[in-house]
């Protein structure tokens, strides 16, 4: 069971403020975070496992301001999130991109929103499918809750190991995604708007054990 935590660009949660919250953290094996590309190599000397937030499936040459897989797995990263539903991708981008993580030696989650979305990626031989309804992302409603079918279903259909994301942001968030089929979940908002975010992630990640 894997907790694969996003930072995406809440304030508090890069640079110099970023160490303080990873102090803070409870150290757990199946912690993945995921800070922004600058506090990869921050994140990567410590213990917990780093994943990039998005790689580009472009090969490095002239491609300003895009993130290589190569340049991610040199700050010491372990994988990458690709197509999250805030940095989408066309399905042949997202095949590229698995591809150039792959020829780097990177892990991959490849986002989805829908089932038909989580056959397809799971089968370019990605590590594991996140799935994703946008409208659910950073609110109170989570996936487990508002559409248990949607998660039963894409878990059916998946070659891997299929994680829940959107809205988890309870104990009981996570207890259900488990019991539908999901392998682990992906958050973000819920920890790292948290009045105390490493009380918050002890909460999330108690059911996966």
């Known amino acids: 069971m894997t907790l694969v935590l996003n930072l995406k660009t809440y304030p508090g949660t890069y640079g110099t403020e970023l160490e303080n919250l990873l102090d803070n953290l409870p150290y757990l094996d199946d912690l993945v975070v ?6 990869l190599n921050r994140v990567a000397d410590t213990q917990y496992t780093t994943y990039a937030q998005h ?9 300003t301001g895009a993130n290589t897989a190569e340049a ?8 990458t999130l690709i197509n999250h539903s805030e940095r989408r991708l066309r399905d042949r981008e997202v095949k590229k991109a ?3 993580a792959e020829h780097a030696g990177l892990e991959t989650v490849v986002c989805a929103q829908k089932p038909a979305e989580v056959a397809r990626y799971s ?3 990605t590590d594991a499918v996140a799935l994703e ?8 409603e989570s996936i487990s809750d508002t559409e248990p079918q949607v998660l039963r279903e894409s878990v059916r259909r998946s070659d891997v190991p299929v994680l829940a994301g959107a809205g988890i942001s309870t104990m009981e968030d996570v207890e259900k ?11 973000a908002s819920a920890v790292a708007k948290a009045d105390n975010p490493a009380e918050k992630l002890s909460e999330l990640h108690a059911p996966l054990h």
């Not at 995921?34 to 506090?39: E, L, V």
């Not at 309804?133 to 109170?140: D, H, T």
């Open 123 to 125: 089968a370019l031989g």
């Open 177 to 187: 995604a488990l019991q539908l089929g999901a392998d682990g979940v992906l958050v």
């Open 34 to 39: 995921c800070p922004q590309h600058t506090d």
């Open 98 to 100: 698995v591809k150039r």
């Open 55 to 63: 790689i580009s499936p472009k090969e490095p040459g002239r491609n």
């Open 133 to 140: 309804i946008p409208e659910l992302i950073a609110g109170e």
């Open 72 to 79: 991610v797995a040199e700050t010491g990263a372990e994988g």
